[in-house]
């Protein structure tokens, strides 16, 4: 099944090479996890996350489906 994953702020700098400016698509088996993939990339453990799938929040045990987006966050603060 095909993913879309999107990497925004400090979590850029952990897109695999050749992806674009915050995104990448990439098949994974079936029942894959968002914590599969957060793990695989290698995101660090003691930053929170805001995860996104297809416009709305999830948990890192959301079982994905073919064709999904999957948007990670760092904690944002702004004024």
Excluded at 6 to 27: D, I, K, M, Q
Aim: proline residues 8%.
């Amino acid at each position: 099944m095909q993913i879309e994953i999107r990497l925004f702020a400090t979590f850029r700098e952990f897109l695999p090479p050749g992806s674009s400016a915050f995104s990448f698509t990439r098949s994974y088996e079936e029942e894959t996890t968002v914590a599969r993939i957060v793990e695989e990339l290698k995101l660090p453990g003691n930053i929170p996350k805001i995860i996104i799938v297809n416009g709305i929040h999830a948990t890192r045990d959301r079982v994905l489906q073919d064709g999904d987006v999957v948007s990670i966050f760092p904690p944002v603060a702004g004024g």
